[in-house]
């Protein structure tokens, strides 16, 4: 069994956005940036929003949370996405989701421009996605392949068994893992909710991507010997021993998946520091695209 170590890869990339950071700026282009939009108390996301930001700083980019109340109406939401769209220093933004309950969502993302859409959630990035033409990947998804790639797994040709549906992890990578590309050409199934008897296909799967957020749904009698587990849960479990109050644990029950495992992802410093990672290279992406 050998460990994915998000902490380490991300290490890695650090060094090389650093190196084209360096690039850029010796052509004379500024320093790239990135805008955060936080809106409300959630102590999740203004963990992750924080992430994000020292990463920005570690590569050398810029960057600003703009936090907003949490009773902020549509109308204003969508003025602060708009001035965003056109401020030309911000090279991408994100909105940090969830949002409160009375802000429609899909509205917000609709009104990012493409160009900046760093997270690769508006439906043209999903749908060039789909397609195989230049775009911004969702995060998550970015940082999976980015796994698969740095740690030479093999992928064309293999079984792989998705779990969970949404647009942000789930439906991406099933489709990015199918493509005609590198790595991908894999046969997918997408498990969900109403998926029947579920351990049948995650028993045949050469690679699984966990990414329904159960805490330690996936055990050792689902999985084949050797078998690749990207575990995309970070589910907040209570812990009284811990001053926090509470421990991460992913959608794998890690200690008796792992031994039967060839590759898994750690929880924490598995999937999670890639996906802050995949934002900065998307960041990077959108200051080299201009
Ligand atoms: N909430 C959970 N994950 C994400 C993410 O990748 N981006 C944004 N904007 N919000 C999230």
Redesign the pocket.
Known sequence: MQLLDGKYLSGVLVEEVKVRVAQLTEKGAKVPGLVALLVGENPA?QS?VRNKMKLCEKVGFQSKTIRLNADISQEDLLLEVKKLNEDQNVDGF?????LPKHINETEVTLAIDPKKDV?GFHPINFGKMAQGLPCFLP??PFGILQFLERYNIDVSGKKCVVLGRSN?VGSPISILLSRKATPGNATVTLCHSRTKNIEKYTQEADIIVAALGIPNYLKADMVKEGAVIIDVGINRIEDASRKSGYKLVGDVDFESVAPKSSFITPVPGGVGPM?VMSLIMNTMLAAENR
């Open positions: 996301s992750y994100i909105v940090q989701l969830p997270d995060a998550t942000i996906t």
